[in-house]
């Protein structure tokens, strides 16, 4: 299979400080993967420099130690999120058997789908979303609190919503804009 070839960029950070970035016009908002930030050229362009700047503080976050604990803690509740589904449905198919057959009941087997469920989806919410948080205040501390903000302004303006994305993997941008503007 052949791979993607991305096209290298290096801005100029605090202090002199360089970081390098690849252009990559299939995504919407700025990410890091595989331990590279990855924006998007167009949108990127439109920013101000201590916008983009904020930007990559933020995807920065994303590759120190302690947000990479966070998001294999959220691994792990999701996990327990698929488990929560698969008793769930096992719970649905034998619940189709006991009415048929009125054999067994299953409200244990359905409560413990929906406990692991519950406490899957909460714990990945809770953990995604203090990784965001994290790196927003990585932002925050090298850049101030505007740069970020309005960069987050614009990296949402026009976007489709996407419920992953922009509900469970990120906190909504405006509860975000309000947290950033309490920060000292």
């Known amino acids: 299979m052949k791979e993607n070839v991305y096209e290298r960029k290096v801005i100029t950070l ?19 993967r595989d331990g590279k930030i990855f924006v998007n050229e167009k949108r990127f362009n439109k920013l101000k420099l201590n916008e983009q700047r904020a930007i990559i503080y933020h995807e920065r976050g994303h590759l120190k130690k302690t947000n990479i604990l966070f998001l294999e803690l959220s691994n792990y509740f999701f996990i327990l999120l698929l488990i929560g589904i698969i008793f769930m449905i096992e719970a649905l198919f034998l619940l189709i058997i006991y009415i048929l057959s009125k054999c067994f009941p299953l409200m244990i087997i359905f409560f413990l789908g929906i406990s692991f469920f519950l406490v899957g989806f909460l714990g990945v919410l809770t953990f995604r979303w203090m990784s965001e948080i994290m790196c927003d205040f990585n932002a925050v501390k090298n850049m101030g609190k505007s740069s970020i903000i ?10 489709k919503f996407e419920l992953w994305r922009d509900l469970v993997a990120h906190p909504p941008h405006k509860l975000r804009i309000s947290i950033i503007k309490e920060l000292d």
């Open 14 to 32: 605090k202090n002199g400080l360089k970081q390098e970035y690849f252009l990559d016009s299939s995504i919407y908002i700025p990410l890091t």
């Open 150 to 159: 309005n960069a987050l302004k614009k990296a949402y303006e026009n976007k």
